[in-house]
């Protein structure tokens, strides 16, 4: 009995849905990915090719922003973090428990997922904010409900097997 008590409380271990830190340099995902429908990949272009999306270096900001907004205070923050050298300390939005692996390479290059899917509509949030739990279950569900084959490089029906994330 507590055995199993204590494996269902670790499913939300790591959980906090509805998070929504302030960052140090305001930027709207809404502007960004809504409005001028930049795609995820074009930042978070580790989520193609690693475990971890990351978060972009400051340079990849002003990539465009050399040119364009550039009275912004917010922008002025990125530009003075890039002259410096000093990375910007953004808090961390989304975080899984430490015992469980996570790979957005196989989500996102190999089984196509977009990122919606777990990050919720990004491209309406102005600040972004954890939509899914990010838990156990969370993540159980999608893989039980799929059921079929992936239509990415490695086709094959998404794992439930423990192992997969936890070894």
């Given at each position: 009995m507590t055995l199993a008590a204590l494996l269902l409380a670790g499913c939300n271990v790591g959980s906090q849905q509805g998070y929504e830190p302030e960052q140090p340099i305001a930027y709207s995902h809404a502007v960004h990915a809504g409005q001028r429908q930049i795609d995820c990949l074009y930042c978070h272009f580790g989520a193609e090719r690693s475990r971890h999306a990351g978060v972009p270096p400051a340079q990849v900001c002003m990539n465009c922003h050399s040119q364009v907004k550039r009275d912004s205070p917010e922008v002025q923050k990125i530009e003075a973090a890039v002259d410096s050298g000093t990375p910007i300390a953004w808090t961390r939005v989304h975080r899984f428990p430490d015992f469980a692996y996570f790979d957005h390479s196989r989500h996102v290059a190999v089984a196509g997922i977009q990122c919606q899917s777990c990050h919720g509509p990004v491209e309406t949030m102005t600040r972004v904010r954890q939509v899914g739990s990010m838990s156990m279950g969370f993540c159980v569900d999608c893989h039980r409900?799929?059921?079929q084959p992936v239509t990415g490089l490695a086709p094959s029906a998404p794992s439930t097997?423990?192992?997969?994330?936890?070894?």
């Open positions: 409900k799929s059921g097997d423990c192992t997969a994330c936890h070894f």
